[in-house]
């Protein structure tokens, strides 16, 4: 008998901490909510707990120690090595804080996302929970999009609002950011699954 069931979209996880994203992502496959599978997990940072929470996956957990590698290219060519070696369709970086090369976004045109926890183009960089509490916005939230060259820009596929409380401080607010990339970005991970995200002259189109 052929076999006419398609294969599953194949995730593969950058990552640099706790991996807290990369849980919920495990979670929502686990509970039928997101149709795709995690080939491999990729960190710069080889003590990252976020690679301890792949292996109790069991998911391929691969630490890449930038010390190691003549430079930025040379690290991201190993990283993406490791992507094809694993037959990743689909890039994901989650809390993944180094800058990724044309090395990688050029073997993956439109197919690697970021994900940030302000409500872009407010707030780039690494301090986005900070920077919002200190500007004394009412608003915040979280983004995914498309990632290219330059850090937290490229082309936004989801934005959710969370608001900034009277008494919040750092770490009520970032609790209930974080509350919320775990439900947005297994959701934005299931529309890639289905096949309906595309760009189109820089901005992404989500067919209904
Ligand atoms: C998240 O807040 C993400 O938006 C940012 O880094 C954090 C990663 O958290 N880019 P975790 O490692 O998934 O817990």
Redesign the pocket.
């Known amino acids: 008998m052929s076999d006419i069931s398609s294969k599953k979209l194949q995730l593969g996880i950058l990552?640099?901490?706790?991996?807290?994203?990369?849980?919920?992502i495990v979670d929502a496959i686990d509970a039928g909510h997101l149709d795709a599978e995690i080939s491999v997990v990729i960190s710069n940072k080889p003590d990252?707990y976020?690679l301890e929470r792949a292996k109790i996956a069991g998911i391929s957990a691969i630490g890449l120690n930038p010390k190691d590698f003549a430079d930025r290219n040379a690290f991201d060519q190993a990283a993406l090595n490791e992507l094809r070696k694993h037959q990743v369709d689909w890039v994901v970086?989650?809390?993944?804080?180094r800058l990724l090369t044309s090395t990688v976004l050029d073997a993956y045109p439109n197919k690697v996302l970021?994900?940030?926890?302000s409500l872009l183009p407010s707030f780039v960089g690494a301090h986005?929970?900070r920077d919002a509490l200190a500007a004394g916005v009412r608003m915040t939230g979280?983004t995914v999009h498309i990632a290219n060259e330059i850090f937290d820009e490229g082309p936004i596929i989801a934005q959710r609002a969370v608001p900034v409380l009277q008494d919040d401080n750092h770490d009520s607010l970032?609790q209930r950011?974080?509350a919320v990339?775990h439900e947005l970005y297994p959701e934005v991970l299931q529309l890639v699954a289905e096949g309906r995200i595309s760009v189109s002259s820089g901005r992404v189109r989500i067919e209904e």
């Open positions: 990552l640099s901490g706790g991996g807290s994203n990369l849980q919920a990252a976020g970086m989650a809390g993944y804080m970021n994900l940030h926890p986005a929970i979280v970032a950011i974080h990339e």
